[in-house]
């Protein structure tokens, strides 16, 4: 499916650095070294109730290892997909008496819609979990017949035992990760499996639901984690840079799709960091469609609010923590880009040089987008307190909250 449109990313002077980013599976931070073309895949939405904050917060975070990537001169190759067939998305269109891929469609565009005006930039491959199963059934049909999968009532599970890595990715102990697959997709109370951590690969149709060929499968339709994995093989190959999402993907989400790469390849590591985003509240409760407390991007756009103090409500909060959505961290970020705006529309202010070298170093050290944002506050107040007779400046400020941050001021 089509994506949406890039903004601009102005190039800044002298040289990007390298990014260090905490990866999950070492617990501690690795510095990426990749190639001139850096190979990113971010789980995208399952379409319905998009875009809420707690999206829009885990999207910013890997945008932001994109402009760190881009600043370094690389290209960036970037897959995303859309869960548009799974059992909570046909769950909500039963709900509301609506037709499933219509909800998914609607619910698609608001998504991209949000991504424009919040200047995220877009994945040059964004595919469907749909447009990509005559690419999962081969894949399920090759670890069945490889002895890592096998059938159960015509269902499809993968054996979690056939990956020696299993679990290397979140590194939970046995217990954690029952009590998570319970609560996040998996079955492990159903009889018969060989482990009650296997996830399924390939669900045979069920009565009244969506189902598609699936040649020696059977009709039905793919499990959650196999869709992630073949489109990323498809599109980036084992051993890509990052694979990014919330930190409620870890487990199973990241775990599994890692487990299928290996046994499907026989290579390791899937992907080289695995990046977590923390989770945002409202409330005081991670913001999620099963509780309903979510405040969506395009419901503050229409009451008039600027998209890139909503960006700037998300730089203010660190890619990792886990923070609450509140009207004042809004306000604030409100008031900063006001001060920001005013500070660069003067014709020349205190030099910027070494602003542009704090916000890399920000950036490059674990996305510290609230350090990058301090950095920029200093050299606001010192533009309003003293001012400077620098003439470059303001642009070249401007310039670097645009291509680094991406906020227009
Ligand atoms: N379609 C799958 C991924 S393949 C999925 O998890 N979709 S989702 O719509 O539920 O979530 C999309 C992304 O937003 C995921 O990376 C998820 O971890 C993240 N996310 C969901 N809720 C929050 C939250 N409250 N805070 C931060 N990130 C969140
Ligand atoms: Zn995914």
Partial sequence: MHAWPASEVPALPGKGRDLRIHDTATGGP???????????????????????MGHAATYNAFDLVQRVWLDTKRQVHYV??????????LERANRDGQDWTELAERETSLFREDMTALRMLPPQHYIGAVEAIPGIVPLVERLRDAGAAYELDGDIYFSVESDPHFGEVSRLDAEAMRLLSAERGGDPERPGKKNPLDPMLWMAAREGEPHWDGR??????????????????????MGFDVQGGG????????????????????????????????????????MSKSKGNLV??????????????????????????DWEWTDAVLDEAVERLARWRA????????????????????????????AALRAVDRWVALQERAGGTDEGAPGVVSR??????????
């Fill in 247 to 286: 930190s409620d993907l870890a487990f199973p989400h990241h775990e599994m799709g890692a487990s299928h790469a290996h046994a499907l390849t026989g290579e390791h590591p899937y992907a080289k960091a695995y990046v977590h985003a923390g989770m945002v509240a409202l409330h005081g409760e991670k």
């Fill in 30 to 52: 690795v510095t990426l070294d990749p190639g001139p073309v850096a190979r990113i895949y971010v789980c995208g939405i399952t379409p319905y109730d998009a875009t809420h």
């Fill in 216 to 237: 020696s499968l059977g009709p039905g339709r793919p499990g959650w984690h196999i869709e992630c994995v073949a489109i990323a093989l498809d599109h980036l190959g």
């Fill in 343 to 370: 500070a660069v529309s003067r014709p020349d202010g205190p030099p910027a040089d070494a602003l542009v070298e704090e916000v890399r170093a920000a950036l490059a050290d674990d996305l510290d987008a609230p």
């Fill in 296 to 321: 969506f991007v395009s419901a503050l756009r229409r009451q008039g609010v600027d998209p890139a103090a909503i960006r700037l409500t998300l730089l203010a909060h660190h890619y990792r923590s």
């Fill in 80 to 89: 995303q997909n859309v869960t548009d067939v799974d059992d909570p998305l």
């Fill in 400 to 409: 670097t909250v645009d291509a680094l941050l991406g906020v227009a001021l």
